[in-house]
Structure formats: C-alpha cells, structure tokens
C-alpha cells in the first residue's frame, strides 16, 4: 500500500520509510493514535499471533500481518511486522507500526514466500536479536513443509539475516530422527542462567528441547509435553520467580467444557512447572474464547505490571483471518504456591453509539431442542453477524451425517414480555433445495410464540409469500400480527427423503419489535 494511502488510513503523525539490506524489502513505520482493542482497530492492516518483547522500556509486539480477503477462509500471511510503544495502555494511546520487518522468501534463502506464521523474537546473551520463525521449505521430501528458522539481527527492528544459513533447525527431519508433526509456533525462552529453551507444535502435538547458547544448535533430546490439558497449539514459555509458565490456546471442546463451546474455538489455558522443561501441570483458563477461532498468548512485564498479548477479529472488517493485536492486564494469585495467574477480563474500544433497531433477538437467551454438532455455536444465530463465508461455530446447524434429524427447533427466551410483529431467518446452505446429504435450505419452518396461558401458539402472519426457505444472507421480513410474549420458537423442518435428512443451517435469526428502539 502507497504511503499517501497510509497517511489518510491511518491519520498517522508521521511516515517515515527505511530501506534493509535487502533490495526486496523495504521497513515502514507509521505512527498511529489507538483507541482500545484491538490496537489497531480501522480495519486498514490486520495482524495476528503476537509475540511481545520489552527492550529498553519499550514494549515490541511481533506479529504476522493477515492479508486474506473479506470472504477468503484461508491464513494469507506474507510478512512480519511491529507495533511499537512506551508504557503502552490497553484504553488507547501512541504506537508505530514498523512493516514489512522480515518475510520468510527474504530472510531464508531456503524457504518459500508467505507463510509467516506465528514466530517469537528473543534477546541472546550476546545482546543480538533472534527471530524464531515458522515457514514453510521451498524444496523437501517432508509430507509436511513447515519448518522452524532463526534469524539475526542486531536490532530489534532488523534487518534480520538468517542465523542458520543450511536450513532450519526443526523440521520433519531435523534434528534426527525427525518427527511427523507440523512444526509451527516456536516459543523460546533465555533463562536467568543463559541457558535457551524452545517449544514448539500445533494439533495437539508439543515438542521442547534445550538449544545451545549459540542459540541455533539443538543441545539436548526432543520431548513430548502431554500433561497439559486441551493443549491445540500456540505455546508461550515464561517465568516468574522460581515458577515457569506455559500459555497455549486450548481446544478441549464441549458443552461442559471450562474452555470452548465448540470445536472450531480457543481459549488461552495454561500450566506451570518447577523446570523449563517441565513436568508441567494444567493450572486453568488465563482468557476465555474470543471473537476470532484462533487465539494465541504473550506475555511481558513492564513497570512491575504484567500484560498479555492475543489477538481477536474485532477490528473493522475482521473476520476469523482478519485479525488484529489486542493485549490486557495480566495478575497473579500471590497467596497459592505456585502463584497461579487470574483470569483475564477484555477490554474494547468504545464503539459508535448502537443505531435504534427493532431487532431484540441479541437480548434473548438461544437454546436447541436437540444437541448442538460439536462444530457449531447455538450463539450464533443472535450475534448480530451474517458472515459471507462462514465457518461452521459462525452458524448453528442440525447436521450430524445419516442422523441428521427431520424436525429441529430454535427457542429464543426473554427475561421480560416483549412485543414483536416480525422476525428474518438468514439459513445457510452448501447443497441444493431437496437434498438429503449435506446443508441444503429447510423445505419449510414456523414461528409459534408462547402465550399467557404457557401454551405454544402460531403467529398469524400479515405478509404474504409464507416462510421463505432460500439460503440468503438478506431474507425477506416475515410479518405478523403483534404479540406479547417471553418466547419465541422456531420449528424448522429439513430437506430429504428415503428416510435420510440434510441439516439446516441458521446464521442469524432476527425477532423484530414494532418499534425501533
């Protein structure tokens, strides 16, 4: 992007541009003024997976820039860059965005462009900066390409040189005998001794080893973690005190889970132990799911306060790979041993002032008849967003293969009477009116309501036309009658036949009052 375009995006303070030593790349700082989470909230840049680091009483946030488009489902990741700032707070204030930092083509000959994964810069015992990078290999046999990079640079914002010029130092193959994981999200940690730890992994699968102070050498055997409970991916190794800290994003899925509502979700969970290499033992939840799928942890301490780093799609824009930096306060239970770390309560900018609207779904509680598919989200159908190209915990369905039911219902629940007189159901679909496999559009639905009595009655519509049943991100209003009630259901009827039904699928589901308010 130009930097006159940047310059109006940004109502930056100051452009200024600086050229590596590389002819491919060119560092851009911009200064920008923030108003709360995410840091950079216009939507003009996204970012994601930050890595903080404090150097010289300046807090810097690595973070991978998403690049995907608004309907694009897919980590489109060509660069690193930096947010920069002193005695940064969580409610606004001065940052630069320092870009274009490092892209993987670039800085690893032996590595493809994009994929700039998530990646932690540390400060050697030397005083050089390291960048501990996830890319993927440009030749290999692996099955898997992914692989782990460290390059070098003597400042923090580089250029960085790669520090291990005959390729990475982890992947499926290296260090002998290899492993079979996908090697991203590498966490290192220089101990107060000098002496270097990295973890790394993702589905699931941790791996730790001890690296040499040369800080490219792996000195010890590799090590599998299992003892930390719901672990996904996105480790983050720190210390406090004597104790050691591990941050991850967890997916252990359920109903009942203290973690996610659905499998597609993450929270940030972790675990401590007494050394860098463990035993590890799960301690709880530190920042419950956000509003991107993905959630990844850092931690830094600044002025004796303590901040975590994480990144959600609040921004303008955002979607689950559009993401943007946000951090918070991060406190400690001082009275248990260890100290165990307090959950976290996020904080977001203020908004615009909510326009007046006669849509009173978002004030109900939703609830299914049946058991919600561990992959979709009852919340979602009054959340208040349509996706274009949604992902399954951004919908609820019914879908649950050949035992897909013929009849679901959706039941909104009011806390007071309320008054409506008309409702939109926005229905999902990846299969053809009249199919029996997949998520085709239902072949009919209803509204019943509940009355004074506590029986269910139907709605006496007032439009014509019925109940549409087009899969449409915009669906026609269906009026009735004006009602007062606490309740309102939906009763859905699925497509099929032979005894075989698809799911139906709702993204949102208005429940409109007369009157805008």
Request: charged share 10%; net charge neutral; hydrophobic share 35%.
């Amino acid at each position: 992007m130009a930097p006159t375009a940047w310059g109006v995006l940004f109502l930056s303070l100051a452009l200024r541009c600086f050229v590596s030593a590389s002819q491919h790349l060119r560092r851009q700082a911009v200064s920008f003024s923030s108003t709360g989470n995410p840091i950079l909230a216009d939507g003009s840049i996204y970012s994601a997976d930050p890595a903080p680091i404090v150097v010289d009483e300046t807090v810097y946030i690595l973070a991978g820039r998403d690049e995907a488009g608004p309907a694009q489902n897919s980590f489109i990741m060509n660069e690193w860059q930096i947010f920069e700032a002193r005695a940064p707070n969580p409610n606004g204030g001065s940052w630069t965005l320092n870009r274009n930092v490092a892209r993987p083509g670039n800085v690893f000959s032996w590595a493809a462009p994009g994929t700039a994964y998530a990646g932690q810069i540390v400060r050697g015992s030397n005083g050089k900066f390291y960048l501990y990078a996830p890319v993927t290999q440009a030749n290999g046999a692996n099955s898997d390409p992914f692989a782990i990079g460290v390059a070098v640079s003597n400042s923090i914002l580089g250029p960085y040189t790669d520090a291990h010029p005959s390729g990475p130092i982890v992947s499926q193959t290296v260090p002998s005998p290899g492993n079979n994981i996908q090697n991203i999200d590498p966490t290192v940690l220089v101990d107060s001794d000098g002496r270097v730890y990295m973890y790394w992994g993702t589905f699931g699968q941790l791996k730790a080893c001890e690296l040499a102070s040369d800080m490219v050498t792996i000195k010890s055997s590799v090590t599998t973690v299992t003892s930390l409970t719901g672990f996904f991916e996105a480790p983050w190794l720190m210390k406090r005190g004597s104790t050691y800290y591990m941050l991850y994003a967890g997916n252990n899925a359920g109903q009942s889970s203290p973690c996610t509502p659905t499998s597609y979700h993450a929270c940030i969970a972790y675990g401590t132990a007494s050394s860098p290499l463990g035993p590890w033992t799960f301690r709880g939840i530190v920042l419950d799911i956000v509003s991107s799928t993905t959630s990844h942890p850092g931690v830094y301490q600044l002025g004796g306060e303590w901040f975590i780093t994480y990144h959600t799609r609040d921004a303008v824009g955002g979607t689950h790979f559009r993401r943007s930096i946000a951090f918070d306060k991060l406190t400690w239970d001082d009275t248990t041993s260890p100290p165990l770390i307090k959950k976290v309560i996020p904080t977001r900018r203020q908004g615009p002032a909510n326009t007046p609207t006669r849509n009173i779904g978002p004030r109900a509680t939703p609830s299914s008849t049946n058991a919600n598919p561990i992959q979709y989200w009852i919340k979602a159908i009054n959340d208040g967003r349509v996706e274009q190209n949604p992902l399954p915990p951004d919908y609820w369905c019914s879908y649950a293969a050949e035992r897909s039911p013929q009849t679901s219902t959706l039941t909104y629940q009011w806390n007071t009477t309320v008054q409506l007189n008309g409702a939109t159901m926005a229905f999902f679909a990846d299969q053809p009116a009249g199919s029996n496999i997949g998520v085709p559009p239902p072949t009919s639905w209803q509204l019943e309501y509940l009355t004074s009595a506590g029986s269910w009655a139907a709605v006496v519509l007032t439009s014509s036309g019925g109940f549409p049943t087009a899969a449409t991100d915009s669906p026609r209003e269906v009026s009735f009658q004006t009602i007062s009630t606490s309740s309102l259901r939906a009763v859905l009827k699925a497509s099929g036949s032979g005894g075989q039904y698809g799911g139906v699928a709702v993204k949102e589901w208005t429940a409109l009052a007369p009157t805008a308010s």
